[in-house]
């Protein structure tokens, strides 16, 4: 065998390089789809995807329900008892929620649609807005964020949803009670454990244990 046959040889693809080559390609495509449903990927937007990691992994491994589906999301603060709380603000198919995560600090705030009487946003500073969410006795303010068409389809997003569950109640209920009766156990379970470490108080322990059974 001649030698640059022997140097090319070290660079075949063997059965096991291949498969190595393929994960980091899957690996690298879930990312970009994750940095798209979350984030964004526009240079703005990208570049922050590595900050909120942390935040989504602990969405959708702890706050996240049985049949809960993300159709909107973007960076926000939160400013929650004199403190600023970086993180992101999703919508999905039942509630906005708010989740953050830095090193062991870690965080949720959600709204029902069905309990939110209003969304609108107010300027915030140059090429930013501040987006406000209007319910009984309370009103939530979520600041730092872009003012470009992802919050605008946020917007759009929230409205549907808030106009669906009050269009259809019997319907929003009926998707409820199949989220509860797909897996309620394991939904029970995160929200005991939030409650175990603080995360949740008592009265909001039961609050989201009664929506889970319906």
Do not use: C, W
Request: charged letters at 30%; zero cysteines; a neutral charge.
């Amino acid at each position: 065998m001649s030698f640059f046959k022997k140097i090319m040889g070290t660079f075949e693809k063997t059965p096991e390089r291949q498969a190595v080559i393929d994960a980091k390609e899957r690996t690298k495509q879930e990312d970009i789809q994750q940095r798209e449903k979350y984030v964004g990927t526009s240079l703005n937007r990208g570049m922050k995807y590595t900050f909120y990691k942390p935040a989504i992994h602990y969405f959708e491994s702890t706050v996240q329900l049985a049949n809960e589906i993300v159709l909107s999301s973007l960076p926000a603060e939160y400013d929650f008892r004199d403190l600023e709380k970086k993180g992101l603000l999703i919508a999905t198919n039942m509630r906005v929620v708010f989740v953050t995560k830095m090193g062991v600090s870690q965080f949720y705030k959600s709204i029902y649609y069905k309990y939110m009487e209003g969304i609108f946003f107010a300027s915030d500073g140059i090429a930013q807005k501040e987006l406000i969410i209007l319910t009984p006795g309370l009103r939530e303010t979520f600041d730092d964020i872009l003012n470009d068409d992802r919050l605008n389809k946020f917007i759009d997003v929230v409205q549907k949803q808030m106009q669906d569950s009050k269009d259809n109640p019997r319907m929003t209920n009926d998707k409820k009670k199949l989220s509860a009766s797909a897996d309620p156990y394991s939904d029970l379970e995160k929200i005991a454990n939030l409650r175990d470490k603080g995360i949740l108080t008592e009265e909001e322990f039961l609050e989201e244990k009664k929506k889970i059974l319906g």
